[in-house]
């Protein structure tokens, strides 16, 4: 159409990448991930994988782990850690939605809500049938989405706080505020980064403009259907809980490759 790409740019993680892992730190889904993997007992493949949050202690845990992102800052510190502690993984840089990877894993994960900054119908088309392509036959997936009714709250416009964390030479405050758009289900967000020197004085200032889809169970479950998946379970939490719109926290979705497709 136009000569344009039929999908949208993501987040400009290389801006933020030196500090993602001040602010980052949030590990409540890797037991669960950790049990998924090694479950699964083959090769596994991590989208959306960031600075390794998960992937570490994937790779720690003896899983055979491909880690693939589109932010080569990103990438390059997962590297670096993976490095430091002697671990080995295969890191790729590639767009979720355009992956050019051989049918061989058992098991994809996209943690940490990442699919959600997929925020077109057909981003979210292309990624998901870029990543059955990539399984083996009744291959699985794993994609965590947030629970639309509960995290459109947060999207009031507000100004939040959200920590003040410890550099080498002083600290970094990071803040930001969202706003919805009803009738799409996006959420844009602007997202400040505030750094200060030892004494408290302000040195930069950085700004990354942030995009993600409050994707509903309905809307999924159609897009599960339609890309060649099926529903294995759907939990509200990584305690195996079962999903209740009202009170979940998260919509955990393990899916199945169809084997007739």
């Known amino acids: 159409m136009g000569g344009q790409r039929p999908w949208e740019d993501p987040i400009e993680y290389d801006r933020v990448a030196d500090v993602y892992d001040r602010y980052v730190k949030q590990d409540f889904d890797v037991p669960f991930l950790v049990e998924e993997a090694t479950k699964a007992g083959g090769k596994v493949l991590e989208l959306m994988c960031g600075t390794g949050r998960v992937s570490l202690p994937l790779v720690e845990a003896g899983v055979d782990l491909t880690c693939v992102d589109a932010s080569g800052g990103m990438l390059a510190r997962l590297e670096e850690k993976l490095r ?3 671990l080995a993984a295969r890191v790729v840089r590639a767009d979720v939605r355009r992956l050019d990877l051989p049918r061989e894993y058992d098991l994809a994960m996209v943690p940490f809500h990442s ?9 979210q088309e292309l990624a998901l049938e870029a990543i059955r392509g990539c399984l083996k036959k009744g291959g699985r997936l794993i994609c965590p989405l947030q629970n639309p009714a509960l995290r459109a709250r947060q999207a009031d416009g507000t100004l939040r706080l959200g920590g003040t964390f410890p550099v080498e030479d002083g600290t ?4 930001g505020f969202e706003t919805l758009d009803g009738r799409t289900g996006i959420v844009d967000r602007t ?4 750094s200060f020197d ?16 409050l994707i509903s169970r309905e809307q999924f479950a159609e897009l599960v259907e339609t890309t060649g998946f099926e529903l294995e379970a759907l939990h509200g939490d990584y305690d195996h809980s079962e999903y209740r719109e009202e009170t979940s926290p998260h919509m955990v979705w393990v899916l199945r490759a169809k084997i007739s497709v």
């Open 191 to 194: 997202q400040f980064y505030e």
């Open 172 to 175: 970094v405050v990071v803040s």
């Open 84 to 86: 430091e502690r002697s």
């Open 115 to 123: 699919f959600s900054e997929l925020v077109t119908r057909r981003d």
């Open 198 to 213: 030892a004494s408290g004085n302000l040195r930069a200032k950085r700004l990354l403009p942030m995009r993600f889809a």
